[in-house]
C-alpha cells in the first residue's frame, strides 16, 4: 500500500467517528464500550472482544451542557456533556469514567447518556503500598459489571492477549512519533494530530497493522533538512483542528508533543507480570510525567526539557485546557523551568468551543518572531 493511501485512510478515519467505529464493530462482529479521557484500561473491554472508544469531547454548540454542569467546569467535559444529553454516546454498550481530577469525580453521577455507566478511581497515592491492590479491585469490579451488561464472560486469557496487542501498539506510536519528527513536510501537524487521534475509534489489532505499515514506508524515506521552528507541545491536547491548521499555516513544526491525548497514552506499557490486572494496575503506577498522576517530584518538567534536548527543538507551547485544575497547577513550575533554561514558550488556551482564533493566531506569529530572535 503506498504511504499517502495509508496517511489518508488514517485520517480518513479520524475525521468520521461514529463511521469508523460502526464499520469496526461489523467487520469483526464486535459491540463498542466507551471511556471518557484522560485513561482507561482500554485493554479490559478489547478482552471482551469490543471496540474501545475514546471520548475526548469535540466541537459543538453548548445548548444544554450548562444546565447540568458550572461554567467554570473544564471545556473537555462541557463538551462531552453536551453529546451526552444530544444522545450522541447512546450506541456505546457502556462508558467506563476514570476518576482523576474533581470534575470527573462527579461526572458518573451525572451522566445523561441511556448507556449505563462505570466509574472507577485511579489511586492517586500511587505509590502507597495498597494503591496495586486497590486498582486491581477497582478493575475486578468494573469487569463484573461489563459481564452483567455485556452478557459475556471475561477470561484472563484472553486479557493476557490484549495486553500483548497494545503493547505492541504503544511500542508502534512511538516509533511512529520519531518518525514523524524526521518527515514533518509529509507527517505535517494535522496528519500527526488525526493520524494519533483514529486509533481511539479503530479496532485496536486492525490500526497497529496499518501504523507498522506507515512506519515501514517513513523508515525508508530521506529525513527532512532544515525544518523551521521546531516546537514541543504540551498539555492535554491541541484541539480544535482548525487552531492546529492555523499553527501549519504559520509555519510551525511539532516535532514532539507530551499530550495527554497523544504520546501520554502510549508511553507506559503494562509490564509483564504474571497477574495481568495486577500488571494493568502497576502501568499506572509507572505512568510519569503526568499533571493528571500525582508526583510531587513533577517528573514532567524535566521531561518536557528532554524532549526539546532529544528533538533540539526552539520552543515549547503550553496548550493550557480551559479550566483544568491538573494542568493549570503545573504550568507556573514548567514556566519557571523553561525560563531558567531560556526555552522560549507559549502558553495557549484550549477551548473547544473556540470559533474564532484570531487572539491566538497573533501570539503564535509574535512566538514565531521571538524564536528567531533566540538564533
Ligand atoms: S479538569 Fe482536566 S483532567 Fe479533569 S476532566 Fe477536565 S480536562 Fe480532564
Same mark, same amino acid.
Not at 453548548?62 to 458550572?70: F, Q
Not at 503493547?167 to 496528519?191: C, D, G
Not at 533554561?341 to 502558553?347: D, G, M, T
Given at each position: ?182 518527515? !514533518? ?25 496499518? /501504523? ?55 508511553? !507506559? ?31 514532567? /518538567?524535566?521531561?518536557? /526539557? ?48 473556540? !470559533?474564532?482564533?484570531?487572539?491566538? /493566531? ?14
Amino acid at each position: 500500500m503506498e504511504l499517502n493511501i495509508i496517511i489518508n485512510q488514517l485520517v480518513d478515519k479520524a475525521k468520521k467517528p461514529k463511521k469508523t467505529i460502526l464499520e469496526s464493530c461489523k467487520s469483526k462482529n464486535k459491540k463498542a464500550v466507551g471511556w471518557v479521557a484522560p485513561y482507561a484500561p482500554e485493554e479490559i473491554i478489547y478482552a471482551f472482544d469490543c471496540v474501545p472508544v475514546g471520548l475526548w469531547g469535540g466541537k459543538t454548540e453548548l445548548l444544554k451542557a450548562r444546565t447540568y454542569l458550572p461554567v467554570f467546569a473544564c471545556s473537555i467535559m462541557q463538551s462531552v456533556m453536551e453529546f451526552e444529553v444530544k444522545g450522541t454516546y447512546d450506541f456505546l454498550e457502556a462508558v467506563l469514567i476514570p476518576a482523576v481530577c474533581d470534575t470527573l469525580k462527579c461526572f458518573g453521577q451525572k451522566w445523561k447518556g441511556t448507556c449505563p455507566v462505570i466509574p472507577f478511581v485511579y489511586p492517586q497515592n500511587r505509590k502507597a503500598k495498597g494503591a496495586n491492590h486497590f486498582l486491581e479491585t477497582e478493575f475486578k469490579t468494573m469487569i463484573s459489571k461489563l459481564e452483567v451488561i455485556l452478557e459475556k464472560s471475561f477470561s484472563i486469557d484472553d486479557l493476557n492477549t490484549s495486553i500483548e496487542i497494545y503493547n505492541k501498539y504503544r511500542w508502534a506510536m512511538r516509533n511512529f512519533v520519531e518518525l514523524a519528527s524526521q518527515h !514533518t513536510s509529509i507527517i505535517t501537524p494535522s496528519i500527526r494530530h488525526n493520524i494519533i487521534k483514529a486509533s481511539y475509534f479503530m479496532d485496536k489489532k486492525e490500526y497497529y497493522t496499518l /501504523i507498522k505499515k506507515l512506519n515501514e514506508k517513513l523508515e525508508v524515506m530521506p529525513k527532512d533538512k532544515n525544518q523551521k521552528n521546531k516546537v514541543i507541545v504540551t498539555g492535554l491536547m491541541l484541539e480544535p483542528e482548525e487552531l492546529i491548521l492555523e499553527f501549519e499555516n504559520i509555519g510551525v513544526t511539532i516535532v514532539a508533543d507530551d499530550l495527554a491525548q497523544e504520546s501520554r497514552q502510549f508511553r !507506559t506499557d503494562v509490564p509483564f507480570m504474571a497477574n495481568p490486572l495486577s500488571a494493568l494496575a502497576q502501568q499506572w503506577i509507572n505512568h510519569t510525567a503526568c499533571s493528571l498522576a500525582f508526583d510531587p517530584k513533577k517528573q514532567r /518538567i524535566q521531561s518536557i /526539557i528532554d524532549l526539546v534536548n532529544h528533538y533540539n527543538a526552539e520552543g515549547v507551547v503550553l496548550a493550557l485546557m480551559k479550566f483544568c485544575d491538573p494542568e493549570e497547577y503545573d504550568v507556573p513550575l514548567i514556566i519557571e523551568a523553561l525560563r531558567e533554561k531560556k526555552i522560549p514558550f507559549l502558553v495557549i488556551e484550549i477551548d473547544q468551543q473556540a !470559533t474564532s482564533f484570531g487572539q491566538v /493566531i497573533t501570539k503564535v506569529e509574535s512566538f514565531v518572531d521571538m524564536l528567531y530572535t533566540y538564533k
